[in-house]
C-alpha cells in the first residue's frame, strides 16, 4: 500500500507565527489529497481537498485564507496555518485516495500554538 | 449529507473474547464505502476494514469482521479473540458518492478497552 509521510510529526509555535504542514506521499502519485484535524478526544473533520496544480477545495466553515493549501506536484501537499492562535492547537492529519476502498493516512502532525 | 452515528463512548472487554462496536450511518447516496479504523495514542490511523454499498457479503479482515445490515443502515464491526494490543479507539467512517471515497465523514469514536 502507498505510504504517506508528514513534516513534521509535531510542532510548537508562539500565537501569531505561521507553520507549515507537509504531506508526501513515498511512493504513489496522488493528484488528490485530503485535510483533517482533530481537537483532543473528538473525531477527525475533513478540511479541505487538495487539488495537484488547482486551488483547494475547503470545507464550511473552514477559513480558507487561515489554512492555506499548496499541491505543486503529485506526491507534495501542504498546510499552512497562517497566524496560528492557541485555538488552532489540534492535530493535523492527511491523507490519499488509493481507490475507492482504500484511504491511505500520514501519522499526523501535532500543532500546539502558545 | 453523510452522517455517521457511533453510540458507545467506551468499551471494556476481556482478553480472548469478542466485542461489537456499533456503527449507524445515514446517506442518500446509493453509492457508498464504509470503513473502520483504529486510532491508537499515537494518532496514527490504521485501515482495518472496508465494506461497500453493493457487496453482497459481509466483509472480514482477520479477526476483524462487519457485520453490515443495509435496510437497517448499520455497519458494527466485530473483533475475535481480542488482544490487549486491540486497546485504541475505533472510527467508524463513511465515503459517499462520485467514483471514489476520499472525503471521509467520520463518527465520533469509541474507546476500546481490552483487559487481561
Known amino acids: 500500500g502507498a505510504v504517506v509521510s508528514q513534516h513534521p510529526s509535531w510542532v510548537i509555535c508562539k500565537s501569531g507565527t505561521s507553520v507549515k504542514i507537509e504531506c508526501r506521499s513515498l511512493?504513489?502519485?496522488?493528484?488528490?489529497m485530503f485535510w483533517y484535524r482533530q481537537f483532543p478526544k473528538q473525531s477527525l473533520m475533513l478540511m479541505a481537498t487538495?487539488?495537484?496544480?488547482?486551488?483547494?477545495?475547503?470545507e464550511q466553515g473552514v477559513e480558507k485564507d487561515k489554512f492555506l493549501i499548496n499541491h505543486a506536484s503529485l506526491t507534495l501537499s501542504t498546510l499552512t496555518v497562517t497566524s496560528a492562535h492557541p485555538e488552532d492547537s489540534s492535530f493535523y492529519i492527511c491523507?490519499?485516495?488509493?481507490?475507492?476502498?482504500?484511504?491511505?493516512f500520514g501519522p499526523g502532525t501535532r500543532l500546539t500554538v502558545l | 449529507a453523510q452522517k455517521i452515528t457511533q453510540t458507545q463512548p467506551g468499551m471494556f472487554v476481556q482478553e480472548k473474547e469478542a466485542v461489537t462496536l456499533d456503527c449507524t450511518y445515514d446517506?442518500?447516496?446509493?453509492?457508498?464505502?464504509l470503513f473502520w479504523y483504529k486510532q491508537p495514542s499515537s494518532g496514527e490511523m490504521i485501515f482495518l476494514i472496508y465494506?461497500?454499498?453493493?457487496?453482497?457479503q459481509n466483509a472480514t479482515e482477520g479477526r476483524y469482521s462487519l457485520n453490515f445490515q443495509k435496510a437497517r443502515k448499520s455497519a458494527n464491526l466485530v473483533i475475535s479473540a481480542s488482544q490487549l494490543g486491540d486497546s485504541a479507539m475505533y472510527f467508524c467512517?463513511?465515503?459517499?458518492?462520485?467514483?471514489?471515497?476520499?472525503?471521509?465523514?467520520f463518527g465520533q469514536g469509541t474507546i476500546l478497552t481490552v483487559h487481561p
Open positions: 491523507s490519499e485516495e488509493g481507490g475507492t476502498d482504500t484511504q491511505y
Open positions: 511512493d504513489f502519485q496522488a493528484t488528490t
Open positions: 487538495s487539488n495537484e496544480g488547482s486551488k483547494a477545495t475547503y
Open positions: 446517506t442518500s447516496d446509493p453509492s457508498y464505502g
Open positions: 465494506q461497500g454499498s453493493y457487496d453482497q
Open positions: 467512517a463513511m465515503g459517499a458518492g462520485g467514483t471514489s471515497y476520499g472525503k471521509l465523514t
